[in-house]
Structure formats: C-alpha cells, structure tokens
C-alpha cells in the first residue's frame, strides 16, 4: 500500500475530499515513548503557527536509529494517545506503518497529495535540523511543506550554522507566522520554552525499573 491512503490508515483523520483550508502540524518521530515535551511542543506550534490541528506521525522504524530499543509500535501508539488526549487537537496516526514507508519526504508527499487543501507545516527540533541532511532526499521535504525547527540547546547554534540552515538561509521567516504568506521553501526557527521531558531518560527509568531481555537489532541506513 505503499504511496497511498486507504480508509481504514486515515481513519482518525479527515475524509479524503474534505475541502476546509486548515493548517495542520506535523509531528513525526519514534515516540519511545511519547511524553509531556511532544504535548508541550505541539502545543507552542498550535498557538505560534495559528494552527488547526497537529498530527502526530508515529513511525514504524526510524531508519536511523537501531531498532533494539524500540518499544512495539501499538505499544508506542496506545502511549501517544493517552499523551494527547489532553487536547483533542491533537491527533495520533500509524499512517506512515500502513503505507509501508517511514521516510518522511515521502510521507509528506503522500500527504499533501491526498490532502490538496490542507497547508502542511513540518515541525523539528535544532537537533533534527542539523541532523536533516543525512535524511532522504531532504532538500525535498523544504519544497513539499513549509518548516517550524524549535529551539533545543545545546544543538541549536550548530544547527543554525549547519549546511540546512545555510542552504535555505534565503527562505528563513523573520517571524514564525510569515511562513505562511509564501509558498514552501519556506522556514522558521521559534525560540520556545524547553520542557525538560526526555524520551531517552523515560527509557532509562523504564530500563531500571524493568528487568531487560536480550534483543538483536543494528543500524539502517535511511
């Protein structure tokens, strides 16, 4: 099913012919585990961005990250969704898992072909800005949405001078709302309030708390 949006993987989503023009947030990410930082984050973008909704990508394997520490993908899920039903603007989907494809220039393509009025923002941490070269064809994912990178010291001041924020300098907001007045490539850096949760701490206190079994995993290119 890869490349398409069949009904039952936009089953919390609009409906496929849905012509309200809302903006919408994404979010992508291992979420392992979602914590209270991935609330407060989409919640600075929905005030920030006058945003709609935000929609929480939860990926079946970051091609980048190993996958022996990676909790189940339901488990990951069922964790999302208690997180974010603190605000019903908030929404979780596996459709990066039904389309059978994580990397997300193409599930931002995907997206933006099924849903053709709504205006899609990337949202990214400094530290995924500078990571963001190493993704798949990334300079793409700049000309398919626009993009919201979230200040998160220590990485932001490398980020910044980082061969991403360099490459589309020309492009950058002077004001996080001014993304909207131009078509992608276009970006914003929001200086926002750091929320001191931390998935890989949670995994570290889960880790402790629970008695570890061995796993097989390695690195994936992406």
Not at 22 to 32: A, T
Not at 115 to 137: H, K, Q, S, T
Request: aromatic fraction near 8%.
């Amino acid at each position: 099913m890869t490349g398409k949006l069949g009904p039952k993987s936009v089953r919390h989503l609009p409906a496929f012919g849905d012509r309200r023009q809302r903006r919408i947030g994404i979010l992508g990410g291992s979420f392992n585990p979602a914590h209270a930082g991935h609330l407060h984050i989409s919640q600075e973008a929905l005030k920030r961005l006058n945003l709609d909704q935000v929609w929480w990508l939860i990926s079946p394997q970051n091609p980048l990250k190993s996958p022996k520490n990676m909790a189940p993908a339901s488990q990951r899920m069922a964790t999302a969704r208690t997180i974010a039903a603190a605000d019903p603007r908030i929404l979780v989907t596996d459709i990066e898992r039904r389309m059978g494809d994580s990397r997300t220039a193409h599930s931002l393509r995907t997206l933006c072909r099924h849903y053709p009025n709504l205006r899609f923002v990337w949202l990214m941490g400094a530290d995924n800005l500078a990571e963001i070269p190493r993704w798949w064809r990334w300079t793409s994912i700049f000309h398919t949405v626009r993009v919201a990178v979230f200040d998160r010291s220590p990485y932001s001041y490398g980020a910044l001078a980082g061969s991403a924020a360099c490459r589309f300098a020309r492009v950058r907001a002077g004001r996080p709302l001014s993304i909207w007045f131009r078509s992608p490539p276009s970006w914003a850096y929001m200086a926002v309030r750091r929320h001191p949760a931390s998935a890989t701490a949670l995994r570290a206190v889960n880790d402790i708390a629970t008695p570890t079994k061995p796993k097989e995993g390695g690195r994936h290119p992406r």
